[in-house]
């Protein structure tokens, strides 16, 4: 949900920053203005900005000062941040706004009793990254993790301050099908007599519906079926804009607005449907990180990206292993990408499968991320959890109440894990797609393809076997690739050996009818904690850190631009 009818000011830019590697801060009252520090870029992690903070781990404090119009006096007052890592705590003009955990979900803080109108106003945000075992997702230091991707630190994803009327919408949940379906319910905040009226406009511009309803104590549904619409799919991405409109007094107090699809998912007769239409997923998995600017990936870098995908012949992707930022997924929306939207909860231990507590806070950052994404038409299906620990009996129960959980709060999409255990696993029976991460002819079986593949067809069919009516997903698949190292015959690091170990994997993969996709790994080389496996990049990117293409590109695109997307 997104409006260009509220006030907003951005707070891209230079910020004032300051290390607390003590964590005296707060002791000094700092929340009252930084007396001395650097200057930093927001959006951006701090890691690559400065040598001296690569390797940061700790508490550090952020200032900027932003001036809020007298007009705005008499409105409510919003503070958005897209993305903070990994928690945040929040002053503004010297008071306590409040905090949050959890680098990969948006939070909003209301500022109405700090906020001087007409003023200059002290935005003061405390950031730690401090690893820990009870953090999601979880570790013991900046290259302790049990995760393989850099553990980043800052205020990486855009801040913004919004202003509100007294009434206002606050929530807007959108269910539609390929046939026409629109089912929106409506939250709003305010008092009196209060109409929200719904419209929507093709990508004409046209106006194809307009209904209004009465907000009956602090809700409206519409549910109703719009003739003639388009429905999206990755071929044709029909996206219509759905503005709802808060009206008291006949005078619009608030308006907000969704990008929408018409669109259609099930699981059925081990097949994942689109439009009714039985679908193969190819694609990749992906990581948002960048040189210098972390985890923040610039638009221009997105649409490269998105750009090369759809030349690779791709037409999805997962958001490994957390979910992404509002810009990546509104181009996924508007290219016609399909996406399986992952929590940030990678690599739980035993430990955690039985820990209320971290249980809890879990469940939480899903359905934050549930809330952030839910209107979105490329979002096809959720995956709870990356490589979790899942080969021990207390996984099942740990699994089972995560997808339980996500089908409470949106029973409209199926519901995966991404295992590494496969037939081991103990968890597989609790999801309605099964996911499988598989690099047999890379850490087992090295240097020996044909052997690796062998092997991975034997255990695919054997995890067929046990559970014949749910779909297989292959989430990830790849080798790891020096770019401009060559070898003749392929050895392992090489660009010939990365692209021998996709092509065959692809090949057998192709054949099995009970394969519903296969997504690589990955898009592009990206950051890690250091270690002796790691030359400090994962190198299994099909492209490098800068997005130049390996070998291994030629061999992706000529193999899935041969897979249709529709298997009819």
């Known amino acids: ?36 520090g650097d200057l930093i870029y927001v959006p951006s992690s701090w890691n690559e900005q400065r040598p001296q903070w690569d390797q940061y781990m700790g508490v550090a404090w952020y200032e900027n000062e932003f001036f809020v119009p007298k007009e705005y006096d008499g409105m409510r007052v919003w503070l958005t941040f897209e993305g ?26 209301n500022a109405d009793k700090a906020v001087k109108f007409g003023d200059y106003n002290k935005l003061i945000v405390e950031v730690d990254n401090t690893l820990t075992k009870k953090n999601v997702p979880p570790g013991e230091g900046m290259n302790n993790t049990y995760f ?42 305010g008092e009196g007599r209060l109409i929200v009226k719904l419209t929507l406009v093709d990508d004409e511009g046209r106006e194809v519906y307009s209904k209004s309803v009465e907000v009956k104590k602090g809700k409206a549904t519409i549910d109703d079926h719009v003739s003639g619409v388009k429905p999206w799919s990755p071929e044709e991405p029909n996206l219509y804009t759905l503005r709802a409109s808060l009206i008291k007094d006949n005078e619009v107090k608030d308006m907000v607005e969704e990008n929408i699809g018409f669109r259609s998912v099930a699981v059925r007769n081990g097949r994942l449907y689109l439009n009714d239409r039985p679908i193969f997923l190819k694609g990749v998995g992906r990581h948002e990180d960048f040189p210098v600017t972390g985890k923040y990936l610039p638009g221009a870098v997105l649409i490269r990206d998105f750009y090369l995908m759809k030349e690779l012949g791709m037409n999805s992707f997962r958001t490994s292993h957390y979910p992404y930022s509002n810009a990546h997924l509104d181009l996924a ?30 469940k939480r950052m899903i359905e934050e991320m549930i809330k952030q994404h839910k209107n979105r038409p490329s979002v096809i299906m959720y995956s709870v959890a990356n490589e979790p620990r899942s080969n021990v009996e207390t996984a ?13 709060l949106d029973p409209t999409r199926p519901v995966t ?56 997903l292959i989430t990830e698949f790849g080798a790891g690739a020096v770019s401009g190292f060559h070898h003749d ?74 897979i249709p997307t529709f298997l009819e």
């Open 333 to 362: 929306d508007k290219l016609g990408f399909l996406v399986i939207l992952e929590s940030p909860m990678v690599g739980a231990r035993e430990e955690h499968f039985t820990d209320r507590e971290y249980i809890e806070k879990v």
């Open 417 to 472: 894990f991404a295992s590494m255990f496969h037939t081991e696993d103990k968890a597989l029976e609790a999801v309605d797609v099964i996911s499988l991460n598989i690099y047999l002819g890379w850490y087992k079986y090295p240097g020996e393809i044909d052997e690796g593949v062998r092997e991975a067809e034997r255990i695919l069919d054997k995890v067929h076997e046990m559970y014949p009516d749910k779909p297989i």
């Open 489 to 562: 015959p392929p050895v392992m690091w090489s660009e010939e050996y990365q692209a021998e170990f996709i092509r065959k994997y692809i090949e057998m993969l192709k054949r099995k009818e009970y394969i519903i996709g296969m997504h690589i790994w990955n898009f592009a080389d990206f950051r890690t904690p250091q270690s002796a496996r790691r030359v400090i990049l994962n190198r299994k990117g099909l492209f490098t850190r800068t997005r130049q293409p390996k070998l291994a590109v030629k061999i992706v695109k000529e193999e899935f631009n041969k």
């Open 148 to 189: 393989d991707f850099f553990h980043y630190g800052g205020i990486f994803r855009p801040v913004y301050v919004e202003f509100t009327n007294p009434d206002y919408i606050e929530d807007l949940t959108v269910i539609t099908d390929h046939k026409g379906l629109l089912k929106v319910d409506i939250t709003v905040v």
């Open 84 to 109: 903070v890592s990994y928690k945040a705590k929040v002053w503004l003009n010297g008071e306590f706004l409040g905090e949050h955990e959890g680098a990969f979900t948006q939070f909003k803080l």
């Open 396 to 408: 099942y129960d740990f699994i089972k109440e995560l997808c339980d959980h996500v089908k409470k």
């Open 1 to 36: 949900m997104f409006s260009r009818f509220r006030p907003k000011i951005v707070l891209e830019g230079y910020w004032k920053f300051k290390l607390d590697p003590n964590k005296k801060g707060e002791e000094e009252g700092w929340f009252n203005g930084l007396r001395t």
